[in-house]
């Protein structure tokens, strides 16, 4: 069971995701909001597997309000809008609902995030000391203390090691999903780190060895958690 919650300054637009939930067997709809700034306390205290968010909202858009979250969960998009559509995929959603939507497209929108939350969980065995990591039509086997940092590089991650780079058609989402936490953190939208492999930590960057990468502000909170494993 997936457990999720929707934002939407319409009341009638949560009144359907809140009918159409309740026939997808595998989503547990815990909570709607109308005002986006009183879910991030909510989503503090909650573990939350997928947001339904509407874009277009008086106080802050959903663009900018997922844009906040450090860590957000899965999302589908839901407006009547669709020229923020390609904007929505470069922040990882899962997918991206017009409104009106009827009972299928809504399916398959939550079809693709159980799809993916298995995926995530398929991959989150830490006892591991590797992972496959798909590049082309091969799958290479790449060993978790090789892995110095990945970065996002459009619609693909490139996965550093010392000697070379591996390239694979991921999201940032699955790539966290694929590096356990224990060894990997996000400092970054656009990368995540192997906490063995920093050498340096200032205020807004920080060294991978001689590789220098930014930190950003969403991601400040991290560093301590860092400090403590490294240095």
């Known amino acids: 069971m997936l457990a999720a919650i929707a934002i939407d300054d319409e009341p009638v637009?949560?009144?359907?995701?809140?009918?159409?939930?309740?026939?997808?067997?595998?989503?547990?709809?815990?909570?709607?909001?109308?005002?986006?700034?009183?879910?991030?306390?909510?989503?503090?205290?909650?573990?939350?597997?997928?947001?339904?968010?509407?874009?277009k909202m008086p106080d802050i858009s959903g663009i900018d309000f997922l844009r906040s979250i450090p860590n957000p969960p899965m999302v589908i998009f839901t407006t009547a809008y669709s020229?923020?559509?390609?904007?929505?995929?470069?922040?990882?959603?899962?997918?991206?609902?017009?409104?009106?939507?009827?009972?299928?497209?809504?399916?398959?929108?939550?079809?693709?995030?159980?799809e993916q939350y298995q995926f995530r969980n398929k991959h989150s065995d830490t006892s591991s000391s590797s992972v496959f990591i798909k590049s082309g039509y091969e799958q290479l086997r790449v060993e978790l203390n090789d892995i110095l940092y990945a970065e996002s590089n459009g619609n693909y991650i490139d996965f550093v090691l010392p000697d070379k780079k591996i390239t694979s058609r991921l999201t940032m989402s699955d790539a966290e999903a694929l590096l356990p936490a224990s060894l990997f953190v996000r400092i970054h939208r656009s990368y995540i780190i192997a906490k063995k492999h920093v050498t340096k930590i200032e205020r807004t960057v920080i060294w991978i060895n001689k590789i220098e990468l930014p930190i950003g502000s969403n991601y400040f909170h991290l560093l301590p958690n860092i400090k403590s494993d490294k240095l």
Request: charged share 30%; net charge negative; hydrophobic share 50%.
């Open 83 to 114: 020229e923020h559509a390609v904007q929505s995929f470069e922040l990882d959603a899962i997918d991206y609902l017009l409104k009106p939507f009827s009972l299928p497209r809504f399916l398959k929108a939550c079809n693709k995030v159980l």
């Open 13 to 55: 637009a949560l009144d359907v995701i809140k009918n159409l939930s309740a026939k997808i067997p595998f989503i547990d709809l815990k909570a709607t909001f109308t005002n986006a700034f009183e879910v991030i306390d909510f989503l503090r205290k909650e573990k939350i597997d997928l947001l339904f968010l509407d874009i």
